[in-house]
């Protein structure tokens, strides 16, 4: 009798400590559901990229890497394939009639083509890619810098991003993949539209014909099947209103960190 | 139980007075920063799990991928029946984890995943919250840490009551002490108002090296942090190297507060936690 009563106040302990421990994840998931808790938890956003900001004044470079350590297979992931008859079609005539389009906040719209943007000034540079997921992958991407691109297009004082229209239709018809960055890093050195991955033409896999490569954020920002870029002074109208596609799922438009 | 309480009624009273020594052990401060650590603590290694299992493969070097070869991993394969399978992974060895890792539970469904639901922030997947939880528990952490180490600096704490005395630090006096951790024994009477060294150790190496040592490989995953100290990078072999050793330093702080906890149940859980709670400890008599 009085084994069986210890039994079940054991019983009872380890019950309790489960429906305790079962109340606080449940809290957690309605706390993470709530939206006012996660404007809470997204102010650290806000913190996170004022100070890597005042940290990166000098405007530093992301680490570049030997030739030597070039990832023997660089992980595809994300879309890989863009759907619609309009890119297939493009990548039929191997981006020939490919123009990309510059508008927007700019007193003088662009449409260049593959070969006008290669004659652009363009850097060449090793670095690491690093995925939201957590892996790292290392390439060597060629591509024109952006900052002269957006000073060639004569960009005006009002704009604040940048916005790139990608072909990739990862979320459906109606939501195509979107991302956006600060001018800080527009013009960061290291920002390029790389047409080029390991010194062949970028495959359709790593976001033909053209990526943008904007080397201290995570992989998501470094949109794939960029058809056009716009200057903007803010980001709201835009789709779900967050800044890119992901941005849109909850991800941080700072991917910084 | 401290054996003051259990001391018989018939004592005298001027001796149950002098048993039941209460001393002021833990200031405001300590306290409380003390807390608010235990529960960002609890939610940085749950948010950790969340995003741990975006990727539940750890490599050392710059890189790392599919492709390339895990040091340790969670993962899943169908067994000859068609069950599925979970298995954890550290370099050559793996055993079957069916159930927590790798391969569990989650609301009567089967989940492929590293970690199972109820250890992950939120218990459902979702990187992109678990992401959002861990980096303002991070900065809550840091704001939480810079206060108790500036008070512990300031007040004398460190250097008081961390720091070993100057007797503990012999070879006879250390040794002493891992064979009382060993029968379970703990220090009563003058002894107890300082805290062993054993302990002393541990709680120097988890605050100034442990936790300051999460921050760091935290921050060396981080592509602008990269950019600003690329020193980051050399100092633990590169990004993925850093993101194995905050994997393994999570685990070592996990491990610590489960000694932690046990020590405190053994050594009186009552007396110790409210010590923690009011700062005010009885001390246990010879």
Known sequence: MKSRLAVSRRGLIAGASAGLGGLVLAGCDRLSRAPSYRDLLNSAEGLTYRSQRLLEAAQPLAREFPASAISRIFKLNGSIQPGGAAYHALLADNFASYRLAVGGLVARPLSLSLDQLKALAARTQITRHDCVEGWSAIGQWSGARLGPLLLAAGLRPSARYIVFHCADDLGGPGSPYYESIDLVDAFHPQTILAYALNGQPLPVGHGAPIRLRVERQLGYKQAKFVMGIEAVDRLDGIQGGKGGFWEDRGYEWYAGI | ?286
């Open chain 2, 1 to 286: 139980m401290s054996a003051s309480e259990t001391a018989p009624q018939s004592a005298p009273a001027a001796e149950k007075a002098r048993r039941r020594e209460v001393i002021y052990r833990h200031s405001l401060v300590v306290r409380v920063t003390h807390w608010i650590n235990v529960l960002l603590i609890s939610l940085l290694l749950m948010s950790g799990a969340q995003i741990f299992n975006a990727h539940s493969r750890l490599y050392w070097g710059a890189a790392g991928a599919d492709a390339d070869t895990p040091i340790f991993q969670m993962s899943a394969h169908a067994r000859p029946n068609g069950q599925l399978a979970g298995t954890t992974s550290l370099g050559g060895l793996t055993i079957d984890t069916t159930g927590v890792f790798g391969v569990s539970q989650y609301h009567g469904a089967t989940v492929v995943q590293g970690f199972p639901g109820w250890l992950t922030i939120p218990s459902y997947r979702d990187l992109a919250t678990g992401r959002r939880w861990h980096f303002f528990m991070a900065w809550a952490f840091v704001i939480n840490g810079l206060i108790y180490l500036a008070f512990g600096f300031l007040s004398g704490h460190f250097r008081r009551d961390v720091a070993p005395d100057r007797d503990q630090i012999t070879p006879r006096h250390i040794l002493r002490s891992v064979w009382d951790h060993i029968r379970l024994k703990h220090p009563t009477g003058a002894e107890a108002k300082r805290y062993n060294v054993l302990q002393k150790l541990t709680y120097l190496v988890v605050i100034f090296v442990l936790l300051p040592l999460m921050l760091a490989t935290g921050l060396t995953m981080s592509p602008g942090m990269d950019s600003v100290a690329p020193w980051l990078l050399d100092l633990f072999g590169g990004r993925q190297s850093a993101r194995t050793i905050h994997f393994v330093s999570a685990n070592l702080i996990v491990l610590f507060v489960l000694v932690h906890v046990v020590e405190v149940f053994l050594a009186g859980v009552v007396n110790e936690v409210r010590s923690m709670i009011t700062g005010r400890y009885v001390v246990p008599g010879d």
